[in-house]
Structures are given as structure tokens and as C-alpha cells.
């Protein structure tokens, strides 16, 4: 079926459920809806159904003849479904939370749930940048009902309503890792409380780990898998499907990751970005890299110098109208990803760009003019991509690469100063999130970020919590950690609850965990189920400024985080008997090994340098 008849399709089967449901809704609005939910559709299915990729950047595919389903875990009960069947998504709940590594395909799998949503025709697919929010003066729900308003779905509060009330929408809301830390709380709780009140909806969340969206407390979690060895082939095939000599590239590729020497590099070729800058840099380099940064540093490479692409035969380079070097076009990126990343940018308008690039030129005494290096940047090198009205990287890696290896390059003094201090300001515009960030810092710059962040910021959270134990100990590491802890209704056996959720801290040196690959989600895990009978009866006799919320037993354990006068001997007992208290104790005693290991990785790294220099 064409584009243009599944459109009117789907709004020929609104129409009628919102004439019968609601007598008293005239034709005219009916008209209206009709027709902006056409366009509305139209208008994204445009958009959506033919696609770019990393690999094929300068034109557009069909969607489904370039997109890849990843599997998908469920995090609780472990089973994997393939992500092309969406029927399997909301067998258990219309609540989904998704978290994917940078680069596994969140995206894409989006834009795959809104198209699907839209070839079936029985829900209307709502697509919601979360990063927007961050400077919307209103709450999400008014954000909401603008689009409804904006796209003429709705032409009043109380059609609106009516609409969201039903069970007609998906909402797609992508990037809770890109809410600003000093919104997050707020946005989350507005969220929180829309899906509370429209909960006939469907509503998925993506993020990247390390953002704490699992603890949204209605969402059943997934993850997004890496790829198979046999997945990792079956990509390949698919993605040079488009490239001239097709067949002699396949089995070029596949020769060099089939290797022996090569099998320690699956965890980076399992990553579907990671795996597409490979394929773009093969016919450049055709081994595969040991560190994540060697991938990103490959491409621009290519971009900037060789530009062979895959899918075109012959050497080709872009006439670069900047006259600028390579060098020095990639010191030009590495200021302006440095700017962009800590102000929270991650799209640029014509105005932003502009104005930022005079700033770096004229800093760097370039002679050149700043639109030429705006063409450059994106028509001869293309490493920024236009969006519509807005410039990006291909990929939001791609800057933090950028940045990570700016800092690299500064002197000690200033890297150690701009870790101590400048990696706090990553706190006002993410919430989690930057472990991608940490890791390439950690490649580029192993000894300095690791003593005067990594280190630091462990130590700061281990010191309070040495040497104690009993009620303090877990008064300490609810405070250090920002748990709130609360319990949700056992699908199975509503006498019995399970833990459901928990926060911590957003400033990024409270993330050391995941860059540890720990996770205080295993807290939850640990910890046994509690009878809902036992819960209830030590709420009844504390005011603990507990709330029913749904089928939720929230506990909010304090007030604010600056004291620990909640935890009492009896609350004390509950935790430990349901094992809470041996969960906090192993993470904890898991996060002080790895410190250690790590500091002696350093002190190894440091000897091994002066042992050399002094040859």
C-alpha cells in the first residue's frame, strides 16, 4: 500500500470510534481531525520511511531495505525477542523503557515503531525528542498537547483530553539521557504523572545506560542486545547490498573479522555504529583497531583526506573551498565539539554554528571565511549532517570523541584541572549517560582522567562508607547514592511486593559505577520480595511520608538526601532481612576491588613510563 493511502487509512479508522464514542462532535471537527492527522502522519512517514545510515550518508534508502532489527532482552524475566515483531514489545505492558549502549540502534528502532504503528493503523504514533523539553517553559503534558494542537489532531482542551483519554496514541519519547540534570527530576515526575493520567496509552522510553530510566516506575525494561557473530554478517550483507562490487567487499570484510587474530574486537563490532565506521573505513583500513577512539579517528581520516568511500570506485575528494589542512579543519572540531558538548548542544542552528565557528576561527587567527568552513564541514568532509533546520554529528559520539581528544592534548596542568572541576558542568545537561564520554577520556588520556577523576570521585564515595557497618552503613550508602527505594505489587501474587526502583545522583562522578560496569540496579535484584502484610504494618506505624500511587508502595526513604534519621532499627531489620543490606555491601565491596585494580593498573602505566624514559 502506498504512502498516501495508509494515511488515510488510519485516519478513516479514527474517524468513526471518536463519531461513535462522542455524539456531540459535529462534522466539521471530524473534517479537522481527519485532515490533520493526515497531515500530521504524512509529514513524519516522509521523514521516516526513507533513511540515511553512517555508511550510505549522502542519499536516502527505503527504510526497511537498510534497517537491521537488533534483539531486545527482557531485563527481567531474560527472555530476547527480535525487534521486528512489535506485536512483542506490549504482550506484558503497554509501559516500555529501552536502553541501549551508544550506537546499538535505538534510534532506528524508533523509526521503526512509528512506521509499524502506522502500517497497522491502530494507534497514532507521537514521536517526542526528550531533549526538547529542556527548554520548553511549560510541562510535558502542555508540550503534548501543543503537537496535538500544532498538527490540527486536536482544536481544544476538551477534544484533547477526550482523545488522550482513549486508547489512541503511541508515544515515542527518545533521549531521556539528554534531559538537562537541573530538569530531570521535574521531567520525570510530569512524565510520570502523563502516563498515570492517559494510561490507556502506549509509551516507550529510550536511553543510553546510566541515565536511571529503568527506575520509571510503570516501565517494563528492555535492552538492546549486541550483535551475534552470525548477526554481525548477516549487517554486513546488508549494508554494502548497496555498493558497487558488492560481493568482492563482502567477502573482504568478512575474510578480515573471520580471522583468528581478530576475534578479541567482537565487542566493538557488535556495536551497529561501531560495525558501519568499519565498513566506511575499510577500503582506508582495513584492520580492525584495538580502542573505540582508533574507530572514530578512522573516519574522520577518511572523511577529511581520502573520502573513498565504499560506494564509489576511484579516489574522490570533495574540492574543500576553506583551503584549510586536515589538521587544522580537525582542531576546528575539536574546539567546537568541546564548546557544543558542555553547553548541552548536540544540534546547531544556522545561528549557533555560525557565530561558535567565528568564535574558534578567529581564536585560532584562520584567516579563512566561516562559511566556506561550514560548507566543508558539511558537503566536503560531511562529518555535520543537516537535519532539516539543524546541523548534527552522524552520531553524538562522534563529538564526545572530538572533545576527549581536545583535552588529551592540553597540558597536564590544565587537564587535571579541567577533570577536577569542568566534568562537573557535564551534570547541568545530562543525567547519566557519558559513560561513552568517560571511556574515550580513558582510552585518550589513561593516567591523568583516571587519578583526577575516575580515582577521585570513587574514593570520595568510598572514604564515608569504610569501616562501618550496621545502620549506618546503609544510612550512609542510601545518602551517598540517592536511593529511594520502593515497592510495586507482584504481578503473580499480589501479597507479595517486589522492589520496583531507586535514584542516584546525577553530577557524573557518582556515575563512577557504570564506568566500573556496576550498576545499583543489581540492589534491586538482590534484594528478595517483602510480604505486602509486613510492608504495610511498619508503614501504618511511621510517618515516613509514604504514598500510594497505583499498585505502588512508595517508600521515599528521605526527606532530602542530607539525612539518614528515616532509616530506623525497624525499617533497619525489614532491609536486612530481605537482603538489601548484603546487596549494598557487595556492590560497595565490588566498587572498592575495582578501584584497586585500577590503581594498580596506574602505578604499573607510570613505571613502565619511567622505566622507558630513562633509557
Not at 33 to 57: A, D, M, P, V, W
Not at 256 to 272: A, C, G
Not at 512 to 533: A, D, Y
Amino acid at each position: 500500500m502506498d504512502k498516501i493511502s495508509l494515511v488515510f487509512k488510519m485516519a478513516s479508522f479514527f474517524k468513526e470510534p471518536i463519531k461513535d464514542i462522542y455524539s456531540d462532535v459535529k462534522d466539521e471537527y471530524l473534517h479537522y481531525f481527519e485532515n490533520g492527522l493526515t497531515e500530521y502522519t504524512l509529514q513524519f512517514l516522509n521523514k521516516f520511511s526513507q533513511t540515511k545510515t553512517f555508511l550510505h550518508r549522502n542519499e536516502r534508502f527505503e527504510f526497511y531495505d537498510i534497517f537491521f532489527p537488533v534483539d531486545i532482552i527482557d531485563l527481567s524475566s531474560r527472555k530476547t525477542f527480535n525487534s521486528l515483531n512489535t506485536t512483542d514489545f506490549f504482550k506484558e505492558s503497554n509501559y516500555i523503557t529501552i536502553i541501549g549502549n551508544a550506537g546499538s540502534g535505538k534510534s532506528m528502532l524508533m523509526k521503526h515503531l512509528f512506521l509499524a504503528s502506522i502500517n497497522s493503523g491502530k494507534r497514532i504514533p507521537i514521536f517526542i525528542e526528550l531533549r526538547y523539553l529542556n527548554d520548553f517553559e511549560g510541562n510535558i503534558s502542555d508540550y503534548i498537547h501543543n503537537i496535538l494542537f500544532k498538527n490540527k489532531i486536536a482544536r481544544n482542551e476538551k477534544i484533547v483530553e477526550r482523545l488522550l483519554k482513549e486508547n489512541y496514541f503511541l508515544f515515542l519519547l527518545d533521549g531521556y539521557d539528554e534531559i538537562y540534570s537541573d530538569r530531570k527530576d521535574n521531567i520525570t515526575k510530569e512524565l510520570e504523572d502523563f502516563i498515570d493520567q492517559y494510561s490507556n496509552n502506549y509509551f516507550v522510553v529510550t536511553s543510553r545506560p546510566g541515565a536511571n530510566a529503568e527506575s520509571l516506575e510503570r516501565n517494563k525494561n528492555y535492552r538492546v542486545k549486541e550483535l551475534s557473530s552470525k548477526q554481525i554478517k548477516s549487517f554486513i550483507k546488508l549494508q554494502l547490498n548497496f555498493v558497487e562490487d558488492k560481493e568482492d567487499s563482502i567477502t573482504k570484510v568478512l575474510e578480515v573479522i573471520e580471522q583468528n587474530s581478530n576475534q578479541d574486537f567482537n565487542e566493538y563490532l557488535s556495536s551497529p555504529l561501531l560495525l558501519s565506521m568499519f565498513l566506511f573505513t575499510f577500503s582506508s583500513y582495513p584492520e580492525l583497531p584495538k580502542k573505540k577512539s582508533k574507530f572514530y579517528w578512522n573516519v574522520y581520516d577518511t572523511l577529511s583526506s581520502k573520502h573513498d568511500s565504499l560506494t564509489k570506485k576511484g579516489f574522490w575528494q570533495h574540492e574543500r573551498k576553506s583551503n584549510l589542512q586536515s589538521d587544522e579543519v580537525e582542531k576546528i572540531l575539536e574546539w567546537f565539539s568541546y564548546i557544543s558538548l558542555f553547553k548541552g548542544q548536540y544540534s546547531f542552528d544556522d545561528n549557533y554554528l555560525s557565530q561558535t565557528l567565528t568564535q574558534i576561527k578567529n581564536s585560532l587567527k584562520l584567516s579563512c571565511d566561516v562559511n566556506d568552513i561550514i560548507y566543508d564541514l558539511t558537503v566536503s568532509i560531511s562529518i555535520l549532517v543537516k537535519d532539516g533546520l539543524e546541523y548534527k554529528f552522524p552520531h553524538k559520539s562522534l563529538q564526545e570523541y572530538f572533545t576527549a581528544s581536545l583535552i588529551s592534548k592540553l597540558p597536564t596542568e590544565k587537564r587535571e584541572g579541567l577533570y577536577k572541576e569542568k566534568m562537573n558542568q557535564l551534570k547541568l545537561f545530562t543525567f547519566g549517560g557519558n559513560q561513552s564520554f568517560f571511556n574515550l577520556c580513558f582510552e585518550l588520556d589513561k593516567v591523568c582522567f583516571s587519578k583526577s577523576f575516575i580515582l577521585k570521585n570513587s574514593n570520595e564515595l568510598i572514604i564515608p562508607l569504610s569501616n562501618i557497618t550496621g545502620k549506618e552503613f546503609i544510612c550512609r550508602y542510601f545518602k551517598a547514592f540517592r536511593i529511594n527505594l520502593f515497592f510495586r505489587e507482584n504481578e503473580k501474587n499480589k501479597d507479595i511486593l517486589r522492589s520496583a526502583g531507586f535514584g542516584y545522583a546525577s553530577s557524573p562522578e557518582d556515575n563512577v559505577l557504570n564506568f566500573f560496569k556496576l550498576t545499583n540496579s543489581s540492589f534491586l535484584r538482590l534484594g528478595k520480595e517483602i510480604p505486602k502484610k509486613e510492608l504495610e504494618k511498619f508503614l501504618k506505624t511511621k510517618n515516613n511520608n509514604t504514598e500510594k500511587r497505583d499498585n505502588i508502595e512508595y517508600n521515599l526513604i528521605f526527606d532530602n538526601f542530607d539525612e539518614c534519621k528515616k532509616i530506623d532499627d525497624d525499617l533497619y531489620k525489614i532491609m536486612e532481612k530481605y537482603g538489601y543490606v548484603k546487596a549494598a555491601k557487595a556492590i560497595f565491596n565490588n566498587l572498592v576491588k575495582k578501584v584497586k585494580e585500577l590503581e594498580k593498573e596506574i602505578e604499573n602505566e607510570s613505571d613502565t613510563t619511567n622505566d622507558l624514559l630513562s633509557i
